[in-house]
T-cell receptor, first 110, second 110 residues
Framework: QKEVEQNSGPLSVPEGAIASLNCTYSDRVSQSFFWYRQYSGKSPELIMSIYSNGDKEDGRFTAQLNKASQYVSLLIRDSQPSDSATYLC??????????FGPGTSLSVIP | ETGVTQSPTHLIKTRGQQVTLRCSSQSGHNTVSWYQQALGQGPQFIFQYYREEENGRGNFPPRFSGLQFPNYSSELNVNALELDDSALYLCASQVQGTQYFGPGTRLTVL
């Protein structure tokens, strides 16, 4: 089993819709979770970090964490064409290492 | 703007050669991590340095080595380059458990 898995893409949503990105992880001791956005040819850019069970909202983005289910998700409300990118889920099981998922490609159709 | 810079932006080498990639972080950022990102995949952890000492390593062979200097710069050295080493190499400065990435170096091995 891969350490961090994400829903396979590409994911296409119409402009204005909600995009839902999912991630599961295998290491139960993980305490820190991150979502990064990566545009083609660019480096990853931090969107959200979440550490406690529940929801965390930042503008149009909401991260959800369920440690019992080893599941973390990212919701993007009112999706815009500029949200089209690859979204990387990252998990920090120990302080000195971050494990990334393979990424989910999102395309927002005008 | 993450305050992390990398050089060069692009690099072309031939199989068997050696390469040195450079990264510079902001003053006071004592932890730097290096990642390899192959096309279509998530970043893979190579190693991390904290105050000039290696502080964790991923599943990469010894021909991948690094250095961190007192001026918050660091290097990734790769010996005996192989075709599969072609990738985007990312340096990340870690601040309070969160990784902030530089723009990356695109290495092509022919």
């Amino acid at each position: 089993q891969k350490e961090v898995e994400q829903n396979s893409g590409p994911l296409s949503v119409p402009e204005g819709a909600i995009a839902s990105l999912n991630c599961t992880y295998s290491d139960r001791v993980s305490q820190s979770f991150f979502w990064y956005r990566q545009y083609s040819g660019k480096s990853p850019e931090l969107i959200m970090s979440i550490y406690s069970n529940g929801d965390k909202e930042d503008g149009r983005f909401t991260a959800q964490l369920n440690k019992a289910s080893q599941y973390v998700s990212l919701l993007i409300r009112d999706s815009q064409p500029s949200d089209s990118a690859t979204y990387l889920c990252a998990v920090m099981p120990v302080y000195d290492k971050v494990i990334f998922g393979p990424g989910t490609s999102l395309s927002v159709i005008p | 703007e993450t305050g992390v810079t990398q050089s060069p932006t692009h690099l072309i080498k031939t199989r068997g050669q050696q390469v040195t990639l450079r990264c510079s972080s902001q003053s006071g950022h004592n932890t730097v991590s290096w990642y390899q990102q192959a096309l279509g995949q998530g970043p893979q952890f190579i190693f991390q340095y904290y105050r000039e000492e290696e502080n964790g390593r991923g599943n990469f062979p010894p021909r991948f080595s690094g250095l961190q200097f007192p001026n918050y710069s660091s290097e990734l050295n790769v010996n005996a380059l192989e075709l599969d080493d072609s990738a985007l190499y990312l340096c990340a400065s870690q601040v309070q458990g969160t990784q902030y990435f530089g723009p990356g170096t695109r290495l092509t091995v022919l």
